[in-house]
Structure formats: structure tokens, C-alpha cells
């Protein structure tokens, strides 16, 4: 367990959740694929499991299986089942609704691809080839013989023929269900296949470098089209027309792949991972944008998000009226109803992939992963590039601080403008880690958290000091000030806090331990007066106005619990996450009705381990306190020990305590300074 160092002024409690998390979105998301059925549609997401619309399109609803990465899906009338990345195949009686897992026979590998015949669903995985089970049974066997590449992509079933791509083996063919499989890639020159789809007699093969056509079961195969030389993520046939996905957009051929254009889908350049044909709607899904819809064959596309709660927001700023998040793939959304509902606000980002976020006033920067900076002086409604004078990196952090602007990069140290943008210049001497992760400012001093610790300039970034004694972890991904204090959130180590300007830090990061006794990566902090919030990876949310002595989790109703941002607005908190949108709460119990401060001068006070196992406390203090009475209080306020500290260092025996909550308080005639203590036995 890491030591609590308590200081100069120490919050008397925690004060316990009352309000809820909820969500309106941003929607959309990475789609991984697309399904349909005589009723519905079927999304897959990257880990956010299934979403259905049985309006085609117009809503979707979350039917689980909870943070699943969908890959594939197989469909039978109401029957559905879905292969997933490492938590293989799941089944649905109910029109998806209802998902059980059906792989006990089965390594929980990647799934790319199912399909079904007859009374049989084949599995196609990345590294196992194919699997083959009944589908009454749900008994798995693998189904490999002849099987050259077991990096399955795709399958397909010709009357009672099955084909499989593989990613770099070309095409295999199985006449006898699956029990011999024989290369049939005549004429393919490229051998790795990323979809497969049947027309008539015709079978068409997406590839790394284009589109293939075999009119005989495989047997031979040519290159088909013109106009399209790229890779193809995935096709859809509806009549004599053909959809395919790529990198670069989405593509649609009228006679049969012979030629090939670009269709009208906004962004043109967007990246599709997936299509799918719903009588006369087409569906395309986008690997951030969530989903678009065209109805009249792809000449107009729109938006079909509503419901799909699934964006990875990377990104949140606020100022008085807007809050404003963005992620990758995702474009950039603007609330004004304090996240009741979101729009997008992307005039002039193109398709830039926005990283980092800040707000002053009406003016907006935005950083992106390679397009640079960004510039809105009308609140979002238009972005202009400033980046005059940039490197072609990631822009990882912003701060304003005044006049000056500076953007912390991934590589290239700081770069800061005197005039909004207009132009920007390095500011790194003694910066020896320049990959900028994130600022902080308190009176004229710059706190930058990098790769390799935390830095201060004094001088507005003419030049950086380190300032990292006592970080266990250098990589420093969030910073924070509250008053003195400067909290610095790190990859692996926890939290840390700083009451010296950084010239010292100790851990305090206790109640923030995840199942497995480690601390949870912290990845963003949000301060409000005294009260301090911490988003991690994999925990949700915590909480502490004990300045991060003890910090406890505020989860109610949060669904995801990968946190990739936070920012205030008011008495508003907003957390960014991972493949779940943006969720917002109220802090106002967090932030009022906190008792009165009590304070011992500049006395230090130690004690650990806390969580304690029931044993002994180390307890271990300056002189000022040597002296002092150490009591322990239940939650009722009967005492149930006291001594006296007669030494810098010594012990307390809590072996008699049952496990609970209790305070533990030390008093000497200049005041008392209480915090929670927790037996866990």
C-alpha cells in the first residue's frame, strides 16, 4: 500500500453520492458491421455489443452483450448470432435481444465471420480457421483439413458449398461441409481476402488491392472494375448494384463491378467498415461516425444515429453557454442545453480527428491527431486551420493562459501563440521529454505532464525545470489545481499530489484500487473549489475533498467505464468515455454542505496502510505533533481507541476492529485533523 501524506488542512469526511449519471449522446461510434433481417437492422459496435432498429433506422436500442466488440453476425429469422472479439460467439432467440453464449467448445479468438446452412452455422476466426457446429446443439469442432491459412476472414455459402477468405491465403473451397477444404485462387492476385458475397452465380472477392469476380465456384478469378484500386473492408449486392467499403469512402457499381464510383456520402472521404441492404435503404457504417442511410441508392446520404450511444469522446471543453466534445472519427459535437442534447459543429474540420479541446470564451482551439490546430471565434458554428509555424504531429494538450496560447504535441515538446493561432513557435529549453501529454497554471506558473514527469515554467515557457520527486510513474496524463494543491493523474502509479509548487509529490490514490489490488490509470481530473475528480481506465469516476487522501467512486448508472475526459460546467460534471458518448451529473452534493476545515499549523501527519488489513497502523509525524492524541471513533462516535504519539514514528494496534469505516483523529491543543479509516478483513 502506498503512504497517505496528510498536510496543513484536511476535509473532515467524504461526502457520499446521491445523484445519477445519464447520457443523450454524442451518437454514432466505430460500426465493426451490419446486419439485416426481415424486420431488423443490427449494428455492431467496437465493445459496446449489439444495437437493433426495427424502424429502419430511424432509432436503435442497446440489446447487449455489454462491452462486446462485435465483428460478425448470422441470422436465421428471429434467431441471431454474433462472433466478437475474444468473447466468441453469443445467441439470440429474440430478434437480438437476450444474448447467451454458445462457445464452451470453442477458444474465445476472434470472430470474423459466421454464416449458415442448412441446419449447420460455420465460424470463420483469425487464427483457428473454421469451427462448425449444429445449430440446435451449439457444439463446436474445428474444420480445418485442407485449410492452408487459418486467418478466416469471411464466409460464404454456395448452395452447399462453403468458401472462406483468408487474410493472405487466398480463397478456400469445401464441397463435404466443411471436413476438406481446397485452394481455389486461380488468377487472384491478391491473396488477402477481407470479404466475400454471392450474386446469382457470381462471386466477388474484397481484397487489399480491389475487387474479384469468380462465375465458377472460385474455380478461376479476375479483377474486376475500374475506378477502384484500393482496399475493400467489406460488400452488399442489391440487384444489378454493388456497395463496397473502403478507407476512403464508400463505392457503388451499376453493372454488375464492371466500373465503379464514388458515392455521395458525407463525408466523401469517410471511412466505411461496412454496408448493408435493406430493400431500397442502404446502410453504411463508418469507423467513428456511427451510421448513414441513403433511400434513394446512394444518391443522398444522411445521418442515422439517433439512440446509437456508442462515441468515443477524447475531448470536452465548456464555457458558459456550450460544452463542446470530439473524438476520433467521431467530428465535433456542441451542447447548449448542458448536454441535453448534441449537434455536430464541424464547418471547416474536414475530417481532422480532434484530440485535445480548450475554451476561452467564444474563442475555441481545437488539436487534432496530424491536421494541426483548429480556430472557432463564433463558438464552434465555423473552424479555420492556425497552424502556421506547426510540426505535422499530434496536438496531445491546450492551454490558454491569458493572451497565450500552447499546444503540448506527441514528439515535438511546446509550441505557443501570442496571437490566437495566427502563429506558433517552440518553447521547450530544458523540456527533455517532448511528448506533452497536458498543462496546468496557477499564478504565472505552467505545469506540463509528459512522458517522462511533470515540468514548470516560471518564465511562460521560455524555459522548463523538472519537477518530479517523488513520481513512481513519469507518464503523466492528466494535471489539476485546487488552491495549493496540484494533483497529477499518471499511466500506471496512481495519483499524485503536489503542496509545493511540485517540488515534492506523494501518492494518494487510497479507494482507488481495482479488483486486482493495483491502482487504477488515471486519465483525467476535473477540480471544483476543493472537490476533485478523477476519470480512469476500466474504474468509472472518483471523488475526494479530502485532497485525495481518500477518493471514493461515483458510478450510479454510468455504463462505461472507460474515462477518456472531463471538464465542468457550472455545477454540471461531464465525462468523456470510451465507445459510450458523453455523461453528465450534477456535483451540487459534492460541493456544498462540506463541514468546517481544521487545520494544525504546518504539521505533517503519516499514517498506513489505509485500506488496513486489521494489524497495526504506522503512524509516523513532525515533531510539532509528537505529543498529540491519536483516537479511533466508529461511525456512531463512540471512541474505541486512544494513545498518545510519544515519538516521531510508532505503531497503533486495530487488530480488536471489525471490518468498517471508522475516523481516526489526532488532537493536541492547537486543533485536530481527522480522516477515514478503513479495516478490511
Known sequence: MKRLLLSFELILLVVSAGAQWQTNGPYGGQINCLAVSS????????????????????????????????????????????????????????????????????????????????????????????????????????????????????????????????????????????????????????????????????????????????????????????????????????????????????????????????????????????????????????????????????????????????????????????????????????????????????????????????????????????????????????????????PATQISSLLVNGSNVFAGTAGNGVYLSANNGGYWAPVDSGLVNLYVNTFAVSSGNIFAGTNGGVYLSANNGVSWTPVDSGLTDLHINSLAISGLNIFAGTNYGGMFLSTDNGTYWAAVDSGMLNGDGYVYDITAIAVSGSAVFAGTEGGGVFFSNSNGNYWEAIDTGLSSLSILSLTLNGATLFAGTRNGGVWQRSISNYTTGIPEILTIGPAVFNFYPNPSTGWNLEIAVSNELVGSKLEVYDITGQMLITQIIGANKTTMDVSGLAAGIYMLSLKNETGALTQKLIIAK
Not at 469445401?174 to 486461380?186: A, F, H, I, P, R
Open 39 to 390: 424486420t431488423d437492422i443490427f449494428v455492431g459496435t467496437a465493445n459496446n455489443g449489439v444495437f437493433v432498429s426495427a424502424d429502419n433506422g430511424a432509432t436503435w436500442t442497446s440489446t447487449g452483450p455489454a462491452n462486446t466488440n462485435v465483428l460478425s453476425f448470422a441470422i436465421n429469422g428471429p434467431t441471431t448470432w454474433t462472433g466478437t472479439l475474444g468473447r466468441g460467439i453469443f445467441f439470440s432467440a429474440y430478434n437480438g435481444s437476450g444474448w447467451v453464449p454458445v462457445d464452451s467448445d470453442l477458444s474465445p479468438i476472434q470472430i470474423n465471420a459466421l454464416v449458415i446452412s442448412d441446419t449447420n452455422i460455420y465460424a470463420g476466426t483469425y487464427g483457428g480457421g473454421v469451427f462448425l457446429a449444429s445449430t440446435n446443439k451449439g457444439i463446436w469442432k474445428g474444420v480445418n483439413h485442407g485449410l492452408g491459412n487459418v486467418l478466416v476472414t469471411s464466409l460464404v455459402v454456395n448452395d452447399s458449398d462453403v468458401l472462406a477468405g483468408t487474410y493472405g491465403g487466398g480463397v478456400y473451397l469445401s464441397t463435404d461441409k466443411g471436413e476438406n477444404w481446397t485452394m481455389v485462387d486461380s488468377g487472384l492476385t491478391n491473396t488477402f481476402v477481407n470479404a466475400l458475397i454471392i450474386q446469382g452465380q457470381d462471386i466477388y472477392a474484397a481484397t487489399d488491392d480491389g475487387i474479384f469476380l469468380s462465375s465458377n465456384n472460385g474455380t478461376t478469378w479476375s479483377p474486376v472494375g475500374t475506378g477502384l484500386n484500393t482496399s475493400v473492408n467489406s460488400l452488399a449486392v442489391s440487384g444489378t448494384n454493388i456497395y463496397a467499403s473502403t478507407y476512403d469512402g464508400l463505392y457503388l457499381s451499376v453493372d454488375n463491378g464492371m466500373s465503379w464510383a464514388l458515392a455521395n456520402i458525407n463525408p466523401v472521404n469517410a471511412y466505411i467498415t461496412s454496408v448493408a441492404v435493406s430493400g431500397s435503404n442502404i446502410f453504411a457504417g463508418t469507423f467513428g461516425q456511427g451510421v448513414f442511410l441513403s433511400s434513394d441508392n446512394g444518391a443522398t446520404w444522411a445521418e442515422a444515429n439517433t439512440g446509437l450511444i456508442n462515441a468515443s469522446v477524447y475531448a470536452l471543453a465548456a464555457n458558459a453557454t456550450s460544452v463542446f466534445a470530439s473524438g476520433y472519427g467521431n467530428g465535433m459535437f456542441l451542447s447548449t442545453d448542458n448536454g441535453g442534447s448534441w449537434s455536430p459543429v464541424d464547418s471547416g474540420l474536414g475530417a481532422a480527428n480532434i484530440f485535445s479541446l480548450v475554451a476561452d470564451g467564444s474563442n475555441i482551439f481545437a488539436g487534432s491527431y496530424s491536421n494541426g490546430i483548429f480556430f472557432s471565434a463564433d463558438n464552434g458554428v465555423s473552424w479555420v486551420p492556425v497552424d502556421s509555424g506547426l
